[in-house]
């Protein structure tokens, strides 16, 4: 059996195709190495990630969402941050809800030259994650 430092939480990551997507790719690129288990959507703007979709992720699965933001050089939404912010704080509450803990859900701005920052978050979220117990929806 699988004890919290031996197991790799599946973490879906939100990106966004303009800015923390090159951060990710950079990461691959330069050989840092972080779970498998983590899969990337690229979205155009982390605003615009809609929180059931997180609360799905969960539900099917995946055991955390880490939103990888766009900060405040999004050229889409002057307000990206708070709606990003607003998206999380959303999600999470829906997790809460249903019975799931609220944590399961992370953000941080990620920016085209941030490989080791994200390195860095999914291996701390990994941990994380793997300290909480399993997630079942409606538990």
Known sequence: MATAETRSPRILV?????????????AGSA????????????????????PAWIA?????????????????????LPDCVARTAKVVERAQEILKADGLDPQRVKMAAICSVCAEPF??????FGRSLAELPMATAGA
Do not use: R, W
């Open 119 to 124: 390195v860095n978050h999914m291996k701390q």
């Open 14 to 26: 939100f990106s966004t195709n303009a800015i923390s997507d090159m951060g990710i790719d950079l």
């Open 31 to 50: 050989h840092m190495a972080y779970s498998p288990t983590v899969q990337v959507i690229a979205v155009p703007c982390s605003g615009g990630i809609n």
């Open 56 to 76: 799905h992720a969960v539900k099917s699965g995946f055991e955390g969402v880490f939103v990888a933001a766009d900060g405040p050089e999004c050229a889409l």
